[in-house]
């Protein structure tokens, strides 16, 4: 498949849309686009038609990867889009010599993925080959994968997160288990999956756990849980923690690629749920007023330095401009992402989040902008 796709156009610097169903196409490629060193847009089919147009029309992708039954709900020019199911794709790609991979340089786009937008529109974020390895490498570390971990995903590509639960495990040699779309959304069967399946791992926002615990409490004993993109309440971590669970919350902004801080949880960490400590290559910032550092137990503005920032925003500039900026505490020329998140360092080093700045508020981790409901 990343020979068909390089030779469409896929390579270092382009942009490859991805629609397909949840199943073993869509993680083949995935694969494969980055083989080609090509960057790629997930846009998952369950979104409502308007707004894969907007992405569509905001990214411009230079190449659509689908199938025959998605391609007929989505508004793409044809030549552009290939598809998997069709005889003649089937063939060429069973006669097509292998693609050795791709060299791209770090600073080249792995994949650009949408947010809610203040401006009424959503934003593209384009983030870096080398802030996703970045991220693999300290999140394999961070959570002791050694291959022989069984991730079961449950997130839409759509949500950055996913690349967590499909990668991660691969570049470890361990095992993906992909729930489909019924399964994440009926917690019944998800807890079935799990049953049939034994993951030991699984990542999901405190809406999803808390679901799967009201359904099959036990489900979880074992599970290595890893909580993220939305507040996470004492309750829910002393429920996960009491049933079994191996409790890590996580915390980060898209722009930062996924997550940027991790911390284990134990009964007594549930009490005041933290987001613990900033990830490799990464600095956590509590600034106050003239960006002056604060100290521990203070509140003020989180903003995040390293190696994780993204590039910016896809054609945005000025909204890059906004929101990434100088970082007056880092060496000359770094930048820092301003979170628009309210924390506090503890005298352990962990970070509390305790609210927000502006607006924004999170549904089942999904950020949204008011004025982007809006418009």
């Known amino acids: 498949l990343a020979r068909l796709l390089a030779d469409r156009g896929a390579g270092p610097g382009a942009l490859v849309g991805v629609s397909l169903p949840r199943g073993a196409d869509l993680l083949v490629t995935l694969l494969a686009v980055a083989r080609t060193g090509a960057a790629h847009l997930p846009v998952d089919p369950g979104f409502p038609a308007e707004r894969i147009r907007m992405l569509l029309a905001d990214a411009a992708p230079a190449l659509l990867v689908t199938d025959r039954a998605t391609a007929r709900t ?17 063939r060429a790609a069973a006669g097509a010599a292998p693609l050795a991979p791709r060299a791209a ?144 919350n996580l915390y980060g902004p898209t722009e930062t690629t996924i997550w940027s801080t991790a911390g284990r949880l134990d009964a007594t960490d549930a009490e005041a749920p933290h987001v613990g400590t900033p990830l490799w290559n990464t600095r956590a910032l509590v600034l106050g007023r003239g ?41 000359p020329g770094s930048r820092m992402y301003r979170t628009g998140d309210l924390a506090r360092l503890r005298a352990d080093g962990a970070l509390e989040i305790v609210g927000r700045a502006d607006h924004q508020v999170k549904i089942r981790g999904h950020r949204v902008e008011p004025a982007e409901v809006a418009a």
């Open 291 to 331: 960006l002056v550092p604060l100290p521990v137990g203070v509140t003020g503005e989180l903003y995040l330095a390293g190696d994780g920032l993204a590039q910016g925003y896809l054609g945005r500039p000025g909204q890059t401009a906004e929101r990434f900026t100088a970082d007056p505490c880092g060496p």
């Open 74 to 90: 989505l508004d793409a020019d044809p030549r552009s889009v290939l598809l998997l199911d069709d005889p003649a794709t089937v």
């Open 105 to 248: 340089h770090g600073d080249a786009p792995a994949y650009v993925i949408h947010t809610s937008g203040s401006t009424g529109r959503p934003k593209g974020v384009v983030v870096t080959r080398a802030a996703v390895v970045n991220f693999l490498l300290c999140l394999a570390d961070t959570l002791r994968f050694h291959g022989r971990e069984r991730l079961l995903a449950v997130t839409t590509v759509g949500f950055d997160i996913a690349v967590l639960e499909l990668f991660l495990p691969l570049v470890t040699g361990g095992t993906v288990i992909l729930a489909d779309r019924e399964q994440v959304r009926d917690p019944a069967l998800l807890a079935e999956l799990i049953d049939t399946t034994r993951p030991t791992a699984m990542q999901a926002t405190p809406s999803l756990w808390r679901a799967l615990l009201d359904t099959a409490p036990d489900a979880v004993r074992g599970l290595l849980a890893l909580a993220g993109g939305e507040a996470l309440a004492p309750d829910l971590a002393r429920r996960l923690v009491a049933h079994g669970a191996d409790l890590v």
